[in-house]
């Protein structure tokens, strides 16, 4: 019958009780998908059944992935396809590092690309955050690098102009799209990417609009890039960096969503 076992110890301290672990199953078209989970018993032992799923996609690899009391990974098993047999992964032994506290690991042990005197204000207000986007933007000089949730091009602003804008007349403002196209035409090297969901348009995802935009946009050099993922499973990281230096962590997405697209700018 297919099952999986681990045994899951942390270094030091021994059996890691009540651990959630999931079993994901990786799909061609859709990427990786949980199907079921269970949680570690006193001793650290983990028996699933997938008995179920093994009968329904035979071929299709499996992966087993433990998750601390916050959610976060921190293990990951070998990729396995189910067999009629027992599939034992044996004892593994966690470091503490990777199974709690705020450094993050990379489930190695060691916060090896922690860096020093670093400074991070917290932006409240996006007319606070997003000016400082455009301030930040503005002053690069050597490279800026976006990896963007959405980036609804032609329907926001990072600034009103003037602020608050005028009932009744076309608003305007600052683009960041602009702002963008602006520094890479001053040598600014300018990669994007994209969250994109494969088969769908907007306003699922914006990655065919922004492609568009830089294509028509000529002359210019931003390398736009899509990041493919499921529907159920987004990229939602947002955050721009600007010469190795300087990064700004976006909470809100840049995103119009139920306007229609020629009336975005009367609004």
Not at 46 to 64: R, W, Y
Not at 120 to 128: E, F, I, K, Q
């Amino acid at each position: 019958m297919p099952t999986v076992k681990v045994k899951l110890l942390e270094a030091g301290a021994g059996a890691i009780s009540n651990m959630t672990v999931r079993v994901w199953q990786f799909d061609p078209t859709v990427g990786a998908m949980p199907l079921l989970s269970g949680v570690t018993d006193s001793t650290g032992q983990l028996s699933i059944n997938v008995l179920l799923f093994a009968l329904q996609d035979p071929l299709k690899q499996m992966e087993l992935r433990a998750e601390n009391s916050v959610g976060r990974e921190v293990w990951r098993s070998a990729l396995f396809v189910p067999t009629i047999l027992t599939q034992d992964f044996g004892t593994v032994t966690l470091p503490g590092a990777d199974l709690r506290g705020l450094l993050v690991t990379n489930l190695t042990g060691t916060a090896t690309r922690l860096t020093t005197n670093n400074r991070a204000t917290p932006l409240v207000d996006n007319a606070v955050a997003w000016a400082e986007i455009e301030t930040v933007v503005q002053v690069a000089v050597s490279s800026l690098l976006l990896q963007m949730f959405y980036f609804d091009v032609g329907n926001e602003f990072l600034r009103f102009d003037p602020d608050p804008p005028t009932t009744d007349v076309p608003t305007t403002g600052v683009r960041l799209e602009d702002l963008v196209l602006t520094r890479n035409r001053a040598g600014v090297s300018v990669r994007i990417l994209n969250r994109f969901a494969a088969s769908l348009d907007y306003p699922v995802h914006t990655a065919r609009e922004v492609r568009q935009f830089f294509t028509d946009q000529q002359p210019n050099t931003v390398a736009v890039r899509d990041f493919v993922t499921s529907i159920r499973f987004p990229m939602h990281a947002k955050f721009i960096v600007v010469d190795d230096g300087t990064g700004v962590i976006i909470g809100s997405p840049f995103f119009a969503g139920i306007l229609r697209r020629q009336d975005a700018c009367e609004h």
